[in-house]
């Protein structure tokens, strides 16, 4: 296999151009069917955390439809809430915030969803992250996301901040975390840490 | 990329059954040649997503080997590595929007794994070990063999350590607590590694049993 230094390099730039192509095409493709899955699985998340019940087996477009029947959006900041519809009279509860931020291998992103005092924990979900299956990737499942209901974004002395402990959690902002994700733990920890302090803060409730 | 098996190397070649068998059997890729164990490891806590990881793998590999071989004799020597990495990128890339638009659960629970086959050593080890310099037919049969022999390897260790660590099959209860109290060790990391070394080592018993008896 001789070749000359001209063939080689025309040769990797025909490769080059061909395998740009291919997956472009393929992206393009693929690409409203992908975010059209990222859009319902959103929702489901929402409702989830919410505490709405809804079929699984709804097809997504039905499910658009009654997700924005049912719940409110409302911006604060770059902060989005989400609550059901309450009725006349009754405070939103629970309340769900969006948080996003960095996780070991790229984002971790989900929903907190708040009683009405804004402090206490009604239920958390993890909706996108990239962590390690089996290990930080854990955080998506039942029994982590079961250790949030009940607990509160402040210490007992009122300092807003959340605290994933390896060992012993005993405060009411502390749970324990999953062994062998350190790491995640404690990325989540710093998320919601910042989330906690933004909500305290800027006292980021539901109307005006 | 080394090859633990002396049969394994080329000379012999052309024969597509041999090839098949080799990378699905006696040359297997995790229990033989020990190589893509990292996401061997790291996919199989439960057996759905090793199934998924499984197939999305023989689909790269087997396309991957094939086109390395059709162009074999056209590619310049000097760039053969990147040339068989970038086909496998567009395989893997290809695999990862598919799973995203299709199979949405399974490419979330995959993560980043889909990605990591471009880096699984068994992947080049192929390509350049055998597709280079094999006929198209067999280095597709080669791929399908040793994608084969590894997504089997992943679905058996994804059993074992669902129903020994959680006590489930499939996402269903087969164990109840009643009856075995889930070990949780086998979900996790050490878990996974014991899994994999006690099965390596059951199976080349049970290979060199049987050769031995021929």
Redesign the interface.
């Known amino acids: 296999?001789?070749?000359k230094n001209l063939?080689?390099m025309f040769?990797?730039a025909i490769?080059?151009l061909v395998?740009a192509l291919?997956?472009t095409a393929?992206?393009t493709y693929?690409r409203p069917?992908?975010e059209a899955?990222a859009k319902v699985?959103e929702i489901k998340n929402t409702l989830r955390v919410l505490g709405i019940p809804f079929s699984a087996s709804t097809p997504s477009k039905e499910l658009v439809t009654f997700f924005q029947d049912r719940v409110v959006q409302q911006k604060s900041g770059d902060l989005t809430l989400y609550y059901a519809k309450p009725e006349a009279g009754q405070a939103a509860d629970p309340v769900a915030i969006r948080f996003e931020g960095r996780g070991v291998?790229?984002p971790i992103r989900g929903y907190l969803a708040l009683g009405s005092d804004m402090r206490t924990i009604k239920a958390i979900t993890f909706y996108?992250?990239?962590?390690?299956?089996?290990?930080g990737?854990e955080i998506s499942t039942a029994a982590f996301m079961g250790k949030f209901p009940g607990k509160k974004i402040v210490g007992s002395d009122g300092a807003p901040g959340f605290h994933i402990k390896r060992l012993g959690a005993s405060e009411q902002n502390e749970i324990d975390g999953i062994?062998?994700a350190t790491l995640t733990g404690g990325k989540v920890e710093t998320i919601l840490t910042l989330l906690a302090d933004r909500i305290v803060k800027e006292n980021i409730h539901v109307g005006d | 990329m080394s090859e633990t098996s002396p049969q394994a190397l080329p000379g012999a070649a052309g024969e597509g059954r041999k090839a098949f068998r080799e990378g699905f059997l006696t040359n297997n890729p995790i229990f033989a040649q020990v190589l893509g164990i990292c996401s061997a490891l790291?996919?199989?806590?439960k057996i759905e997503?090793s199934l998924v990881m499984g197939v999305g793998y023989i689909f790269v590999l087997a396309l991957s080997a094939w086109v390395v071989s059709l162009l074999r004799?056209?590619?310049?020597?000097?760039?053969r590595i990147?040339?068989q990495v970038?086909?496998v990128?567009?395989f893997v890339?290809?695999l990862d929007?598919?799973l995203?638009?299709?199979y949405?659960q399974a490419s979330?629970?995959?993560?980043?794994?889909v990605g990591l086959i471009i880096t699984n050593t068994l992947t080049l080890g192929r390509t350049e070990g055998f597709s280079i310099r094999h006929k198209p037919m067999t280095a597709l049969l080669d791929g399908i063999g040793n994608g084969l022999g590894y997504a089997t390897v992943l679905a058996l260790l994804g059993a074992i350590r669902e129903l020994l660590g959680s006590g489930k099959l499939f996402g269903a209860v087969v164990l109840p607590g009643s009856v075995y109290t889930p070990n949780?060790l086998m979900?996790?990391?050490p878990g996974?590694f014991f899994a994999l070394g006690l099965l390596i080592a059951l199976l080349n018993f049970v290979m060199l049993k049987t050769a031995k008896r021929k």
């Open positions: 296999m001789k070749h063939y080689t040769y990797a490769l080059g395998c291919i997956p393929v992206g693929t069917l992908r899955n699985d291998w790229g996108y992250h990239e962590e390690t299956p089996g290990l990737g062994s062998g | 790291a996919v199989t806590s997503t004799e056209t590619i310049p020597h000097r760039i990147i040339f970038l086909v990128c567009v890339i290809v929007q598919i995203k638009a299709f949405w979330r629970q995959l993560g980043p794994y949780q979900i996790l990391a996974a």
